[in-house]
């Protein structure tokens, strides 16, 4: 059973800071080539935020580049997503994603929201 587990969400002024975590499963964590991040605000797309590959690649979506950082620790089966100077347009409900490689469908967690807001 494939499992993620974000956390780390909540309400932060605009510049601050944030970091999800995403949990996943042990057992599927060490065969995925890549996980990411994505958002989701009501009336909008579901958008990629960032990704991150098993050899430790990433990559962002250009509204967030230089701001936020993905990674992973693969001794906890987790992934990261650091998310600096925070912005309003950043709020969204953020989403840990991954591609299972041999059911070939995505995983998605539950989501954890980011509300940025003075």
């Known amino acids: 059973q494939v499992k993620l587990v974000e956390s780390g969400g909540g309400l932060v002024q605009p510049g601050g800071s944030l970091r999800l975590s995403c949990a996943a499963s042990?057992?599927?964590?060490?065969?995925?080539?890549?996980m990411g991040w994505y958002r989701q605000t009501p009336g909008k797309e579901r958008e990629l935020v960032a990704t991150?590959?098993?050899?430790?690649?990433?990559n962002y979506a250009d509204s967030v580049k230089g701001r936020f950082t993905i990674s992973r620790d693969n001794a906890k089966s987790t992934i990261y997503l650091q998310m600096n100077s925070l912005k309003p347009e950043d709020t969204a409900l953020y989403y840990c994603n991954l591609f299972h490689p041999t059911r070939r469908r995505d995983y998605w967690g539950q989501g954890t929201q980011v509300t940025v807001s003075s």
């Open positions: 991150i590959t098993r050899g430790g690649s990433s």
């Open positions: 042990v057992d599927i964590f060490s065969l995925v080539n890549i």
